[in-house]
């Protein structure tokens, strides 16, 4: 069976998830990937190792026709709820019959509901459907309109018990390739020395892009609470010096944070090899509940104990083997960095434990099987239709 998957852009962080989903369903199928790229725009670097089916556009309508055009496959798969994807497979299903399966990675049409009073998120909705933005693929209002007809697609996988309990579906969580996110691939120490990083040092480890409510103030708070009692470096991976969020850090705790710049996702097991706490909070905001940092994933696989909030499916993720605090709380998630860099037998045990749920529960091995009863599903309901 020939699977064909659509990105509105294979430009941004939304091929991540289909990176991973077009290798796995290629363990089983033949496999086309296909999505827009605008003039002067290049593949994601981190997933450029991936065989992607271009599709040169620009313009929400030329877009969807070309890559409708483009898809050549049993079944589409799209990415999300946007024009580019889920508009383009119900338009390949419209035309040819094609079925859909909708894939969603995050909640992404939350917006009016940060308005409290159901008036307010109405006034919101309607600006949206008659104002400005036509020409956005992925504006509100498509996101708005394509919301109300997920019930087209054949079947749905989303990201967490959210996602399902509002759309339907099965759960396919962010996977990792526990192969090669595996720390006894590294030499700790020798990683340290390459990145220059001290061998003595308790690593609190962020990768990503640094910005206020990612509770990097509240770890740099918790190595002033420490003081003196443990050698604890925070390490950045993702930007720089010369990022003022990140200057502003280095600042508020000179010696204590080490920024190592943006680095290509192949070597992000390697660098993750030097931490012994990751922190990932999360917020109250009605995003955060279909969301799931798929960070968690990697550094449970890497044996790292983690320290997040208790949203969406997290509380579950890392019960027995991991630290979960109230969301938006700067005093308990101080609190619980400390006690992790204060306890570093527990710590390990708790990494130990994370690396056996994530084998168990969330490995590329696991997103596979659950990948391929989908599609074995879908194609029995086919052949029961023809029989019909």
Known sequence: MKITIVNGSLASNGILRMWIIAQLL???????AIGRLGEGEEILPWCRDY????V??????????????AITGDIVMASGIGMGTFGTALLAKRRRGTPVILDM?????????????????????????????????HSFKYRYMLDHLTGFADEKTVACTFLKQRYGGVVLPFCVDTAKFDPDRFD????????GVPLDATVLFFGGNPQPMKGLEEMIAALRGLGDRVNALLVIVGRDESHAYTRRLMEAAPGKVLVL??????????LHSIADLVVLPQTNHPKSQGYIPAKIYEAMAMRIPV????????????EGCGYVIPPEDAVALQASIEHVLLHPDEAREMGRRSRERVIERYSWDVGE????????????RSRLARAA
């Open 51 to 54: 065989d992607w089916k271009v």
């Open 188 to 195: 700790k120490q020798a990683v340290r020395r390459k990145w």
């Open 105 to 137: 990675g995050e909640w992404e049409v939350h917006d009016h509901l940060k308005h409290k009073s159901s008036l307010a998120r109405g006034l919101m909705i309607a600006r949206s459907l008659v104002g400005p933005g036509w020409s956005n693929p």
């Open 26 to 32: 290629g363990r089983h199928h033949e496999v086309e």
């Open 261 to 270: 710049g943006a680095q290509p996702f192949e070597l992000m097991p390697e």
């Open 56 to 69: 040169r556009a620009e313009g929400m309508v030329e877009t969807m026709d070309r890559l409708e055009r």
């Open 307 to 318: 320290v997040s909030s208790a949203v969406s499916d997290i509380p579950s993720i890392l």
């Open 369 to 380: 099987r659950i990948l391929q009863g989908v599609i074995e599903g879908m194609a029995s």
